[in-house]
DNA sequence: ATGTGCCGGCTTTTT
DNA sequence: GCCGGCACAT
């Protein structure tokens, strides 16, 4: 044996060391398929990576011949980083992908066979919503009370099914009007998008399957290029995303990882069937189970093993770890959701302080989990009055506020120049006298005429405007063709910038007195700070390549770990992620299971696989709160328990000052709380009935989050000064750090105990 | 063409 | 309790 065999086989033997025996079987497995069930915590990003590491490092493929699939860019760009790692070089050319940019990679390359340019726009739900808005008014669809929102689920439902328009207007119940219309608005969407030259999120998947069926010499291509393709959440993949894998599996070994007990996304067609069948599915397969967990604390794991049991029909399994019971799981139930937010800032600080000793936890190791996105408001409110730094992970994102969409707008419509709702949208964005009529004039000629909207624009002298409105569309028609001869030799924050100065988009938002408007300038700024990134990651990247990734960003992607922030993210944004301290919030009836998962079939199981993921994302600590009452539509209504909660052993949960357990409070708790908080009076929030009252405004806070502040002024507190607070009560200052608006006070409120508080904008009076 | 103000519906969850 | 759509005013 030489020295440089050696040298391979002590590599390959270092990868897999340290690994559990399932596990070392899983990285040095060899065949047509694999299934590596993957209980939570149980390791197996490590090892997908040692996998894939170990394909390499015995010259069993070349990177070329990898492709692994994983949920979101962040989990791709850490995957191949991990790779590098235990190579010890780069492994360039490897597909390590989500489903969407590897199909997006292939039709930009096989674009012309669907009538599409390569340069082809990606809409996402919203762009989606406003073509189904016009399509809907168009016919008259409102009658039968057809939403955008509903029509797009039943196309987006039909596509993960692989139908198209045509099969979907085949199997319509010619009877039934309703469903007639929905296929004749799916009909006359999918031509907008390929006349528009888009494709919508599901058809990235969908036509990609179709074509290679259509196209078995494309499809060759990739069959003939990978030899091992791995799947990272192989239970939440729908149909579309199953057929396209057994397109590209044709030759290639294939792996798939998975934990149907993490299965939380059937209503966007997942099902569960691809993974709790994949033996049927794929005869021979191996199947190797993962059930040590390196992750949490043995309560912890107690309570997700309970709750999860109860799910009937799984294949049983059960995580155990090594490490000790650890503490128990924390449990609160607040008077109201303000209550529980006020609960979890005051945990929160604790764990962050432990007096600066060995304990303390982190702010960005700790995160807040919630149902819906709704529930952020009252974390927030009380989050910036305590003055924790936190992030909204995912919500309204970032790529759909308004101001945004403009701006991009102008580099979508300039990247493809066919798209007409981007160049509509822009069209009288910032305001140039281009209202209504005139919008739905040139949309009219462009269609009568077989146009582009863009085209229209260069002849406007033969649609008669006047000569102002001829005049505004000129200088708009010279100035996307000005902007697009920019794409070949510019970069992308230039073009931006450019775009943004000439329309004069930035200009008109400084000069507004909208509030709201000075945020918008900021989040502009951000955008060309993102597109400058962009540019210094990829010194190669045109623009095409930026609307890409823009366009396929997924809310675990914003995920900073360097960001010393709280996470607020839903259960289903949390889904791969861990943290050391953990709270779940809204632990409520209709809220936890959601009310709207009483009628859907197999909702009740999917809701609790989605609290057994909140569970299991926490390390050492683990918080579970609810509410008495909650506020709906502007509505007060009562709470009751979560049914998952009776699920948990009672000795693993700690209520907190909850006097007979079961997470109700005692009637005298309920009372107390009430009381010394000023609730049950109506007052709720900022009563404002203290004497001088200070300005409350809209105002941007750093995270960028819009949020109705309350703002004291320059007011400064010392140690011994007494306040007067609209919830808690008279109290005393007993510590203060920072100053200016960055002062945060510890505040002693007799019987409601002792607060820290951002002084600046916390409800309070100096007395 | 653009601005304002009231009414109604609405919220699961996301690439 | 917020956003969007619509009617009406400028």
């Known amino acids: 044996m030489n020295e440089l065999s050696l040298f391979a086989e002590d590599k390959t033997t270092a ?91 292939i039709l930009r390359r096989e674009s012309e066979r669907l009538g599409h340019d390569a340069n082809f726009t990606i809409y996402d739900s919203g762009d989606s919503r406003a073509i ?15 939403t955008p929102a509903g029509v797009g689920a039943a196309i987006s439902n039909a596509k993960n099914e692989l139908a198209d328009a045509e099969s979907y207007a085949r199997n319509v119940d010619q009877n039934d009007p309703v469903a007639r219309m929905i296929s004749e608005i799916f009909t006359r969407y999918q031509h907008e998008l390929r006349k528009n030259n888009a494709f919508d999120f599901d058809d990235l998947i969908g036509e990609t399957v179709h074509l290679f069926r259509a196209f078995p010499d494309v499809a060759a291509q990739y069959q003939q290029k990978f030899k091992h393709i791995l799947v990272d959440e192989y239970q939440d993949t729908n149909h579309a995303q199953y057929a396209l894998i057994r397109e590209l599996a044709k030759n290639a070994s294939l792996t798939v990882v998975g934990d149907s007990d993490q299965s939380i996304y059937a209503f966007r067609g997942a099902d569960i069937r691809n993974i709790t069948e994949f033996e049927k599915d794929f005869p021979g397969a191996k199947t190797i189970l993962l059930e040590q967990n390196y992750r949490s604390t043995q309560n912890i794991l107690s309570a997700a093993n309970a709750v999860i049991s109860n799910n009937f029909d799984r294949p049983s399994k059960n995580l155990w770890t090594a490490s000790g019971d650890g503490d128990k799981i924390v449990g609160y139930t607040g008077y109201s959701a303000h209550d529980e937010a006020q609960f979890i800032a005051d945990e929160i600080n604790k764990l962050h302080s432990k007096s600066q000793g060995d304990d303390a936890i982190a702010f960005r190791d700790i995160a807040v989990f919630y149902r819906t996105n709704s529930q952020t408001r009252a974390l927030e409110d009380i989050f910036i009055r305590s003055g924790i730094p936190y992030r909204v992970v995912g919500g309204t994102k970032f790529y759909e506020r308004q101001e945004i969409k ?10 493809n ?46 649609l008669g405007f006047g000569p102002k409105i001829t005049g505004a ?14 794409i070949p030799t510019e970069t992308v924050d230039a073009i931006l910038r450019t775009a943004l100065d000439r329309t004069g988009l930035l200009e008109t938002l400084r000069n507004s007195k909208d509030p709201q408007d000075e945020a918008r300038v900021e989040n502009l700024e951000e955008l060309v700070s993102v597109a400058r990134e962009f540019q210094r990651n990829n010194p190669e990247g045109r623009l095409p390549d930026f609307l890409n990734e823009v366009a396929l960003v997924a809310a675990a992607d914003e995920l900073d770990d360097e960001s010393g922030t709280v996470s607020l993210m839903t259960l289903h944004t949390a889904k791969g992620l861990e943290y050391e301290a953990v709270f779940l919030t809204g632990i409520e009836e209709g809220l936890l299971p959601h009310r709207m998962s009483f009628i859907t079939p197999g909702g009740m199981a999917e809701e609790r696989r989605l609290f057994y993921v909140g569970i299991t994302r926490a390390r050492k600590k683990l918080h579970i709160s609810l509410a008495m009452t909650r506020t709906t539509f502007g509505e007060s209504e009562s709470a009751t328990p979560s049914r998952y909660l009776q699920e ?23 009372e107390s709380i009430a009381d010394a908080q000023g609730y049950g009076s109506g007052s709720g929030e900022s009563s404002g009935g203290y004497g001088g009252t200070p300005s409350t405004k809209e105002k941007k806070v750093w995270n960028g989050a819009i949020s109705s502040v309350r703002n004291n002024g320059d007011l400064q507190l010392e140690v011994g000064d007494m306040v007067e607070h609209s919830d808690f009560g008279r109290g005393k200052v007993i510590a203060t750090a920072g100053e200016g608006a960055r002062q945060t006070a510890e505040i002693h409120f007799g019987s409601v105990g002792v607060k820290r508080l951002l002084v600046k904008v916390a409800p309070i009076q100096k007395v």
């Open 15 to 105: 990868l897999v060391e340290g690994l559990n025996p399932q596990q070392r079987e899983a990285v040095e497995y060899r065949g047509k398929a694999l299934l590596i069930v993957a209980g939570a915590g149980s390791g197996k990003t490590r090892v997908l990576t040692h996998r894939i590491a170990h394909l390499l490092a015995t010259k069993d493929s070349w990177p070329s011949q990898i492709l692994a699939i994983t949920f979101t860019n962040k989990a791709a760009a850490e995957m191949r980083e991990r790779v590098k790692h235990l190579l010890g070089e780069a492994a360039d050319g490897m597909w390590l992908k989500t489903f969407h940019s590897a199909c997006v990679l």
């Open 132 to 146: 189904l808005k016009r399509l809907i008014k168009e016919l008259g669809a409102d009658i039968h009370k057809l």
């Open 406 to 415: 403009d701006a991009m707008a102008y580099l979508v419509a300039i990247a």
């Open 417 to 462: 120049t066919r798209d007409d709702l981007a160049t509509r949208r822009i069209l009288n964005v910032p305001k140039r006298g281009i209202g209504d009529a005139s919008e739905t004039q040139i949309a009219n000629y462009a269609e009568k005429n077989g146009l582009s909207v863009r085209q229209v624009l260069s002849h406007v002298s033969e």
């Open 473 to 486: 569309i000129n200088q708009l028609a010279e100035l996307m063709d000005n902007l697009e001869a920019m």
């Open 648 to 670: 948990i052993p009672a000795d693993l949960i700690d209520w907190r000052e909850s006097g007979s357990g079961r997470g109700l409070p005692s009637t005298r708790y309920r």
